[in-house]
């Protein structure tokens, strides 16, 4: 076996014995099926890259297919959201389908079973049905109507489409075998009544096909050749199977279902209902939140595509579930960031520091680096004043020898401007320092190539110029739950694990140079993390969210716990 059969998944490796048994190449489709019921996830991104890379690897067509089969929860909202996200992770369909387009060649196949005797009109209540359908270790009993006439069957079954009943009073069931060890094979339910609207065809159905006898039919409909789900559909793989021996042709490409693990996501949760309820119960402020693992709320947090791709790259494809570490995550956006965020200036917890010796008004515009992991960035200018603002926490009275940054008596490098030495400071009432004088070596200018700005110093901090500052909101976002499994509890709800500093929102002052940043823009507040620009901000009001701190300060909480 050479490095490249080496480092192929377990997918690819089925698809590789595929083709090598003879399996055309050009005959490869995958497809990604989501229900656009709710957002897309961080879960629905490593299906996302699967199916898309598997495309882009075998140059095989990927399809978009909507599996909206039930108008009860599903939203054009939805639809629109999952085609931006895809697309905003760079992946491009081949065509977009819904298995709404098919609910005419469902019905039909429905009728063909009906008058193969292998389907049967139900009129047994569902507390009924979940009683005769037995359990895991006893087998089930035939329906009492389960042995109704083809011509019954079919006149109920044309009743129901035309909406001669009410909703619970009869369903279509597959007649498949009641005491089969795989209860999802005890005569599974194909139709149900539903007098909804639907978000694409409106009030032309009173009947809407069931997930199971919908998702092998839409694959074969689309000719699929590989259809991929997670491992909670391994039991149903069997009727998958059954539905499609009873449609296929053999001239035509018969789909395979295969199974992976889902990546589950530690100090989350993934569930749509979940989320939904984060949603409606205001804990979060919409499905695009930053505090929320969707796709949408990762990007509104400043994440960015290629993070998100590498990440799925590096947790893989497996057979097993496993908690993967947000941290994971987390490190993969600040590589990522580390490479292309510019670098700039912001302090967030104020403290006013006043250079006794600088000229009063006077003003420099400085050299300063946008990203030293970057050549081609380029440099900006950022002014510098007799009064700046630093960070409270950079700053103390007396400190040990360990604490390198600014005390009293001691000597620290403002970032690309001088070095300065805390002469004295101020306090009120209650004793807290309000303020600090210092002095500055007036030779000591970073870059001039002075024999003072060459002089070592153990600190370096930035800072702003109070007179140049733009005030902004930032928004510090941390996750939203304290435990790293919080829906894994039987005696306490997910809700019991609510972060209540997930969010904290501030007033930061910021270089100058941020005045025409967009939504959208990335960023590196130096020494404090990664920010972006909020799609609440304004031409008169900046909104920033942290995306990530610059470490993850997270490692010590749960080492400790």
């Known amino acids: 076996m050479d490095e490249t059969t080496k480092s192929l998944n377990f997918i690819e490796h089925i698809i590789e014995e595929d083709l090598g048994k003879g399996f055309p190449n050009e005959a490869l489709r995958f497809r990604f099926p989501p229900e656009p019921n709710g957002y897309l996830h961080i879960g629905h991104a490593s299906s996302i890259c699967l199916n898309f890379g598997l495309g882009l690897r075998y140059n095989a067509p990927v399809n978009l297919r909507f599996d909206d089969t039930n108008p009860t929860k599903e939203e054009q909202e939805y639809v629109d959201a999952i085609k931006r996200d895809v697309e905003w992770l760079g992946y491009s369909w081949d065509t977009e389908r819904y298995a709404s387009d098919y609910f005419q060649q469902l019905y039909d196949w429905a009728v063909q079973l009906i008058k193969e005797g292998k389907a049967y009109v139900d009129s047994q209540s569902s507390e009924e049905m979940a009683i005769q359908k037995g359990t895991p270790t ?20 044309e009743g129901m489409k035309r909406g001669d009943f009410e909703e619970g009073t009869h369903v279509l069931r597959a007649k498949i075998d009641m005491g089969s060890s795989n209860m999802l094979m005890r005569d599974p339910i194909m139709y149900r009544i539903l007098h909804k609207a ?59 279902q295969r199974e992976f693990a889902r990546r589950n996501l530690s100090h989350t949760v993934v569930s749509k209902r979940k989320l939904l309820q984060l949603v409606e119960k205001g804990i979060v402020d919409g499905w695009d939140d930053p505090r929320m693992p969707t796709i949408s709320g990762l990007r509104r947090r400043g994440y960015t595509p290629e993070s998100i791709r590498n990440f799925a790259e590096t947790i893989g494809i497996a057979k097993r579930d496993n908690l993967v570490d947000v941290s994971l995550l987390e490190f993969h956006v600040r590589e990522h960031l580390n490479k292309i965020a510019p670098r700039v200036m912001a302090v967030l917890d104020p403290l006013k520091v006043v250079i006794t010796n600088y000229p009063e008004g006077n003003e420099e515009w400085l050299d300063a680096e946008n990203n030293p992991e970057d050549e081609s960035a380029g440099n900006r200018k950022v002014p510098f004043s007799k009064e700046i603002y630093i960070e409270k926490a950079d700053f103390r009275e007396e400190a040990n020898r360990k604490f390198f940054r600014l005390k009293l008596g001691s000597e620290v490098r403002l970032k690309n401007a001088y070095i300065i030495k805390a002469e004295s400071c101020t306090k009120d009432a209650e004793g807290n320092i309000t303020e600090v004088q210092c002095t500055y070596d007036t030779k000591s200018k970073s870059g001039s190539g002075t024999e003072e700005s060459l002089r070592k110093v153990k600190g370096t901090l930035h800072w702003v110029s109070i007179q140049n500052a733009l005030e902004a909101e930032v928004r510090l976002y941390d996750r939203l739950f304290t435990h790293e499994s919080p829906d894994t509890h039987k ?48 031409p008169e009001k900046l909104v920033f969210n942290r995306t990530v701190p610059l470490r993850d300060t997270w490692a010590k909480i749960d080492q400790g716990k």
């Open 198 to 256: 639907h978000h694409r065809t409106n009030t032309d159905w009173c009947i809407y096909p069931m997930y199971d006898w919908t998702h092998g039919e839409s694959d074969y409909v689309e000719q699929v050749s590989h259809s991929l789900c997670t491992l909670e559909f391994l039991p149903h793989r069997e009727l998958y199977d059954w539905f499609l021996d009873q449609v296929v042709d053999s001239k035509n490409i018969r789909p395979k």
């Open 138 to 157: 006893e087998p089930g009993i035939n329906s009492p109507y389960r042995n109704r006439s083809v011509e019954e069957n079919l006149e109920l079954f």
């Open 491 to 538: 005696d306490k709800d997910f809700m019991d694990f609510i972060n209540p500093d997930s969010l904290q929102k501030v007033t930061g002052y910021l270089e100058p140079s941020l005045k025409n940043a967009t939504t959208g823009d990335r960023f590196q507040f130096q020494r404090l993390g990664y920010f972006n620009v909020d799609s609440d901000s304004t």
